[in-house]
């Protein structure tokens, strides 16, 4: 794992570690695509470590088993598949719990310590969450619990509360740039359009540049500056929209909002912190409650393409009140 934005992250976890002031249970959270899942991996690699080192050595009979995934002494808790359906699932269940609950309470077998990680885990659902929390409240001795989430507000505040909180936070613009931009060829342009696809995340921009995605999110942003300036109608970008896929779609016109929204902050001179503005007259104050009313219609047509709504027509739409921003 090469993610320099992760290191601060790892000494802290090493210096807790070595004073033993790390708790049972850590809750892993930040934005997606900082490398949260391997991070925890590596932590839990750490942990169950026979050398006992700061970084796990690589080479011990624990750290062999890790890699091969036939540790006994560690467990992932992930979607799985559903016997049923054979689909994959989209919530944690409670069986996984009770079984990983078990499996905790068995003698080590291996290691000092034993260590599970669970990804993602705001999925779990209701009774997951209630089995999970009874073990929180009375942890076995020698286990540690790494939960790893993109969205912990979604998580019971019972347990975040017994959660010790290690927050990874996305670096900086000029270091992600420089990051990507080590041992490729990606041009400058397309890297800083890849980070505005993806709300700054270094892997999913990575990710997006190595599959050539990045040039159907040109394709977005072009359509939407020339709908702006009046350069073209809603008909034809329509057409230069239909073959994308809705979901990545939507994602864009939302990020789209969210940066003109901050736009009209910093013209207005209010912090964008969602608060209402305060008495203040001008072009910036008087158009963020629509945009950030259109960026919450691009939210949640998004996570409606599920349903039967007519999805050209919701399209047609938001695309029209673009256009209307600036023209008010």
Same mark, same amino acid.
């Given at each position: 794992?090469?993610?320099?934005?992760?290191?601060?992250?790892?000494?802290?976890?090493?210096?807790?570690?070595?004073?033993? $002031?790390l708790?049972?249970?850590?809750?892993?959270a930040?934005?997606?695509?900082?490398?949260?899942?391997?991070?925890?991996?590596q932590l839990?690699?750490?942990?169950?470590?026979?050398?006992?080192?700061?970084?796990a050595?690589?080479?011990c009979?624990?750290?062999?088993?890790?890699?091969?995934?036939?540790?006994?002494?560690?467990?992932?808790?992930?979607?799985?598949?559903?016997?049923?359906?054979?689909?994959?699932?989209?919530?944690?269940?409670?069986?996984?719990?009770?079984?990983?609950?078990?499996g905790?309470?068995?003698?080590?077998?291996?290691?000092?310590?034993?260590?599970?990680?669970?990804?993602?885990?705001?999925?779990?659902?209701?009774?997951?969450?209630?089995?999970l929390?009874?073990?929180?409240?009375?942890?076995?001795?020698?286990?540690?619990?790494l939960?790893?989430?993109?969205?912990?507000a $979604?998580?019971p505040a019972t347990?975040?509360?017994?959660?010790?909180?290690?927050?990874l936070?996305?670096?900086?613009?000029?270091?992600?740039?420089?990051?990507?931009?080590?041992?490729?060829?990606?041009?400058?342009?397309?890297?800083?359009?890849a980070?505005?696809?993806?709300?700054?995340?270094?892997?999913?921009?990575?990710?997006?540049?190595?599959?050539?995605?990045?040039?159907q999110?040109?394709?977005v942003?072009?359509?939407?500056?020339?709908?702006?300036?009046?350069?073209?109608?809603?008909?034809?970008?329509?057409?230069?929209l239909?073959?994308l896929?809705?979901?990545d779609?939507?994602?864009?016109?939302?990020?789209?909002?969210?940066?003109?929204?901050?736009?009209?902050f910093?013209?207005?001179?209010?912090?964008?912190?969602?608060?209402?503005?305060?008495?203040?007259?001008?072009?910036?104050v008087?158009?963020?409650?629509r945009?950030?009313?259109?960026?919450?219609?691009?939210?949640?047509?998004?996570?409606?393409?599920?349903?039967s709504?007519?999805?050209?027509?919701?399209?047609?739409?938001?695309?029209?009140?673009?256009?209307?921003?600036d023209?008010?």
């Amino acid at each position: 794992m090469n993610y320099p934005w992760l290191e601060e992250a790892q000494q802290q976890f090493a210096e807790r570690r070595a004073n033993a $002031r790390l708790a049972h249970a850590c809750l892993i959270a930040g934005p997606r695509g900082l490398g949260k899942v391997e991070f925890a991996l590596q932590l839990a690699a750490d942990l169950l470590c026979l050398q006992q080192a700061p970084v796990a050595c690589g080479a011990c009979r624990s750290c062999r088993l890790l890699v091969s995934g036939a540790h006994p002494d560690f467990k992932l808790i992930t979607f799985e598949v559903n016997s049923k359906t054979d689909k994959l699932r989209t919530v944690l269940v409670v069986d996984q719990i009770r079984e990983l609950i078990a499996g905790l309470q068995l003698t080590r077998g291996l290691s000092p310590r034993k260590v599970a990680v669970i990804f993602p885990a705001e999925a779990m659902n209701p009774n997951a969450s209630n089995a999970l929390l009874k073990m929180l409240e009375e942890p076995p001795v020698d286990t540690f619990l790494l939960l790893v989430s993109h969205d912990p507000a $979604r998580l019971p505040a019972t347990i975040r509360s017994r959660c010790q909180a290690v927050h990874l936070r996305l670096p900086d613009e000029q270091a992600a740039r420089e990051w990507i931009a080590a041992g490729h060829g990606y041009a400058a342009e397309s890297i800083a359009l890849a980070l505005q696809a993806t709300a700054g995340s270094p892997l999913e921009a990575r990710e997006m540049l190595a599959t050539g995605q990045v040039d159907q999110y040109r394709t977005v942003a072009v359509l939407l500056a020339r709908l702006a300036m009046s350069e073209t109608n809603v008909g034809e970008a329509l057409a230069a929209l239909a073959n994308l896929d809705p979901h990545d779609t939507w994602k864009w016109l939302s990020l789209a909002a969210a940066a003109k929204l901050r736009a009209c902050f910093e013209l207005s001179g209010e912090p964008a912190s969602g608060k209402k503005p305060q008495a203040r007259t001008g072009p910036g104050v008087s158009n963020s409650a629509r945009i950030a009313a259109l960026q919450n219609l691009a939210d949640r047509n998004r996570y409606s393409l599920s349903t039967s709504l007519h999805k050209d027509l919701l399209l047609r739409d938001w695309l029209i009140q673009w256009c209307r921003l600036d023209h008010a």
